[in-house]
Structure formats: C-alpha cells, structure tokens
Nanobody
C-alpha cells in the first residue's frame, strides 16, 4: 500500500522556521522525483520545491528561493522541507508528491497534506 505521510506543520510567527517531513512507504522511493506543493485558501496548488531521484538536483519556486531547502534521505524513505524566514504568505497546506515517468506512463503519489500557518 502506497503512503506518503506529511508531518511538521503548525503555527509559527513571521520570521520563524519549520521543518516538514514526508514519510514514504509501499514503493521504491529511489526511483521517484519528489516534490513539495502547497495550496493556500482560494488559490491553486503550486509547486514549491523539487528534488530529482538520482542526482538529487533541486529546484525552487521564486517565492521561496533562499529561504526553503528540500532534501531527501532514501535510506529513511523520507523527504524534508526546511523552511526559514517564514512569511504570512507561506500559509498553506503543504503536500508531498512522488513522481515518476517511464515508458510514457506517469505515476503520481500524493500525501494528505500538513497545514502551515504563519501569523503573529
């Protein structure tokens, strides 16, 4: 059974930090690119950060560059998102995503999300 379970969300003051985790099970994580998405109230889901499967290359949305860091530990089957210098506009539900494309077949797995609220 495939599962992605996010944790680490919560309420934090502007300028604070949080570390999100995503525990994966039921599939071979090493073969998948991993991403963090977020969805704020009334807005569409957007890609926050991604990390490739083999080279662990990373990419970030412009809004979080220099503040967020994505990483993965395949031995622990866990994805992380370190979020620093948080702003109220970072408030959203954050979702973990695993993606793989092979033989023209695209596979996407999603977690249920964890809420991050940035407020004083």
């Amino acid at each position: 059974q495939v599962q992605l379970v996010e944790s680490g969300g919560g309420l934090v003051q502007p300028g604070g930090s949080l570390r999100l985790s995503c525990a994966a099970s039921g599939f071979y994580l090493d073969n998948y690119a991993m991403n963090w998405y977020r969805q704020a109230p009334g807005k569409e889901r957007e890609l926050v950060a991604g990390i490739t499967s083999v080279s662990a290359s990373t990419n970030y949305a412009d809004a979080v560059k220099g503040r967020f860091t994505i990483s993965r530990d395949n031995t622990k089957k866990t994805l992380y998102l370190q979020m620093n210098s948080l702003k109220p506009e970072d408030t959203a539900v954050y979702y973990c995503n695993a993606f793989r494309s092979f033989n023209a077949v695209k596979v996407n797995y999603w977690g249920k999300g964890t809420l991050v609220t940035v407020s004083s």
